[in-house]
Every structure is written in structure tokens, then in C-alpha cells.
């Protein structure tokens, strides 16, 4: 009883604690002219002082954690670092538009690094769908087809475009993406959710043989993938391939109840397009 007491108390620190994925770790000091009122050498020590020293020793959603970025702003407010840093447990308790107005400040002063993770964020998170098309536009106008979160800017774009129900839209985006990664990586390098999303646009449009076939590819790369069985079965289904479609469906379930769904490290926080909830 008492190692299991510590277990969870262990458990309870690490989710109130752990506050940066991946993508927002070691972040450079932007260079952008606009934040040249301090030096970039005092902007790394207010950032240690405020948010290392400060804001990361306080639980995540605390209010003690948001004075300390705040503290630190007041040093300088043009630290697009610590705008993200305040923004950013408010997008994970689902607070978008409070958030948002933080990340807008954090694009302000420093667009290259943190307008590809605004338009994720109203990707993934706020789900407003236009509004993180015309961010990922932009930043493809501006910075070319890079990643966010592990993934393109117009593979976002075209998340976005099936949320929207544009359905050819979606696998135009989807086309243009994978055919850009395979020049780049050999077909090799393609994700198995860029099949599966791409998959997904056919599916949409009742193109169920080539749907299977993008599904199918998906599922050499993730065997147990229970979102991508459970639509493939759909379409077995609706090709009157009925015995095989509840085949696929069972294995779909038990795959989904093991916990072998989507596996991007903001799913604990949102879910994401077409994903199953068993």
C-alpha cells in the first residue's frame, strides 16, 4: 500500500510538472529586430530567471506559474518564448481563447518560430479549421512546406480541409504533400497517418477500392492501427465484401480497446480527426 501511494504521488508530479512537449523544448532566442530593446544575453537570463528558475518549479496550470512569466515579461515584453510559455498549458486545459492571445503575441515577436505552432494549435486544439489553413499558407509562402509537430504544413492543411468536408481539396493537399516527401525521402518516408488521412479524402468521396489500398499501406507500417481497420472495414462493407468487413471490424475493436490508436503526443490532450473512441 505504501509503494503504491508513492507510485501515484510520483504520477500526480509528473502530470502537474511536465509541461513541454518535444517540439517546445530548448527553444533558440528569436533574432528577430523587433527584440533587440534588451540584449539577446539579457533575454536569456530573464528567460532562466523567470521561466527555468521560476515558472518550471510550479505546477503547470498554477497561477504562481503564470506571475512568473509574467514577472518576466515585465522585463521585456518582446520574449515570444515565454508568450508561448503562457499560452501553451491554457491550450491543454482547452482555454483556447485565452491562449490564443498569448500565442499571438509569441507570433508577433518571433513569426518564423511560432506561427507553424499557432496554426497547429487551431489545427489540433481550437479546431478553426480556416483559420489554421490561412496561418499554414502563410507560412508556406513564407518558410516553404516545413514541419510542425512531426508533420508538414500541408498535411495540416489538409486535416483541416476534411474537418471542413472538402473532401477534393483534402486529397489534392494530401497528393501534393506525399509526392513532395517521397522525392525528398523515398517512399519510405511517408508516415502511416499521411496514409491514413489520405485514405480518409477517398473514403470520403466514396472511392472505397482506392481508400482500402492507402489503408492498406498505412497498415504495413502500424499493423494494430484500429482507426484505419475500422474504416477499411467500412468500406469492405460498403463494397459488399461483408464477411471480411466484420472481420476487420473485430480485430478494429480489440486493437482500439488496447490502446492501439493514433500515437502523436497531443492525443492525451485532444483527439484527432476520424479517430475511434471505442
Known sequence: MIVLKKLILILICFLLF???????????????????????????EIIDEYLH??????????????????????????????????????FKQRKYEV????????????????????????????????????????CIASYGNSYVMDHTYKFHIGLSYLQLNKFEAAQKIFEEDMEEQIAEWGENGLHHLDLFYY????????????????????LKLYPKFSDVEYYKAISLYRLGREEEALLIMDSARENGLAGNTINEDNVIYESYPYQVRW
Open 199 to 218: 485514405g480518409i479524402s477517398k473514403y470520403e468521396q466514396g472511392k472505397f477500392e482506392e481508400a482500402i489500398e492507402e489503408f492498406d499501406k498505412a
Open 99 to 138: 491562449g490564443m492571445k498569448y500565442i499571438d503575441e509569441a507570433v508577433k515577436y518571433n513569426p518564423e518560430r511560432w506561427q507553424p505552432y499557432r496554426a497547429f494549435i487551431k489545427c489540433i486544439f481550437a479546431k478553426t479549421y480556416q483559420e489554421a489553413i490561412e496561418d499554414f499558407q502563410a
Open 53 to 90: 528558475n521560476c515558472a518550471a518549479k510550479q505546477p503547470l496550470y498554477s497561477v504562481e506559474r503564470q506571475e512568473c512569466l509574467d514577472r518576466g515579461l515585465a522585463k521585456d515584453s518582446t520574449i515570444a518564448y515565454l508568450w508561448q510559455q503562457k499560452a501553451m498549458p491554457l
Open 18 to 44: 511536465s509541461c513541454q512537449s518535444k517540439e517546445e523544448q530548448h527553444i533558440p532566442i528569436s533574432k528577430n529586430p523587433a527584440e533587440k530593446s534588451v540584449s539577446i544575453e539579457r533575454q536569456e
